[in-house]
């Protein structure tokens, strides 16, 4: 049985899955609604935390490129770190 409904109460006694349906993607969890929403919750956390991390990575090879950018000896290392750039955006 599939039920919509915004009464959280409701979804909490009588739901055993919650199906997270986001920007096309399908989600399920197994359990109430209580449940879903921690681990809403939490995804969210940690997406944001990865966001952070890979943000300060790029910050921090692009300070690297810039230094270094115009030293023969280190020209390879920043074209290396360029690409890495472009992985991480990916």
Known sequence: MIVVSHDRHFLNSVCTQIVDIDYSKATLYVGNYDFWYMSSQLAAKQMKDEK???????????????????????????????KLIDQIDG
């Not at 692009?62 to 360029?82: D, L, M, P, V």
Request: hydrophobic fraction near 30%; aromatic fraction near 6%.
């Open 52 to 82: 952070k991390r890979s943000d300060e990575k790029i910050a921090e090879l692009k300070e690297f490129i810039q230094r270094f950018a115009s030293n023969a000896a280190k020209s390879r290392q920043a074209t290396s770190r360029k």
